[in-house]
């Protein structure tokens, strides 16, 4: 599969969030670098179909981003994502599965599946609310994976996770990127570093570098923030 973002542009009245950007993704992970503000979350939030483009198209395999097929083979984890917290995860998983149209015992077998792959199974019936920011994130991961998605869209989900979750968090995305497209948003070099294909660099709603993993030799934060100067 080939995910195609063309000349994108996105303009809130005189500011202009996202400027013409233009690359294509295939399956692997490609880590999308830029500081706050530089225009990661409007361009993940119009890849993910929430938000429309003033100009530009997004297509997989010529796909619309507009469309419900486009949305079948997608699963995004905002920054932020909405949770309830009387749930448990399980059944916040199972409910999620009915909003995304999965039949219901699918749906409870495919949260059995991902709370065993994240990790939480042992907790699966306990409140969400009870959980840790970084269990909080991997519930998160999981909801973005119950439809078996094609395209993975992770928007900062390192953030606010101490140094194991980091690692967990590394070692899982890796994982997904072997069969999936997988672009994942940061601000810190470390995250990426030693599992991105592809590395995408954003200032100002610029693309302002873009190439395989291979290509920067050395240091890849000195590398970034000589670009980034």
Known sequence: MKLS???????????IAVDRISFELT????????????????LMRMMSGILTPTGGEITADGI????????????????????????SAREFLEYMGA????????????SSELLELVGLSDVARKKIKTY????????????ALLNDPAILILDEPTAG?????????RTLIEELGKKSIVLLSTHIVSDIEHIADRI?????????WQGNRGDVSGDLEEFYLKKYE
């Open 27 to 42: 399956e692997g992970v490609t880590g999308l670098l830029g500081a706050n503000g530089a225009g990661k979350t409007t």
């Open 99 to 110: 909003l995304k149209g999965i039949e219901k015992k699918k749906a409870r077998e495919k």
């Open 161 to 169: 996770l101490d140094p194991k979750e980091r690692v967990r968090f």
């Open 200 to 208: 995408i660099m954003m200032k100002d709603g610029n693309l302002i």
């Open 64 to 87: 619309p981003v507009n469309t419900e097929n486009y949305r079948a083979l997608l699963g995004y984890l905002p920054q932020d994502f909405g949770y309830y917290p009387e749930f």
């Open 132 to 143: 840790s920011g970084g269990m909080k994130q991997r519930v998160g991961i999981a909801q």
């Open 5 to 15: 973002v063309d000349r994108i542009t996105k303009q809130y009245k005189n500011k």
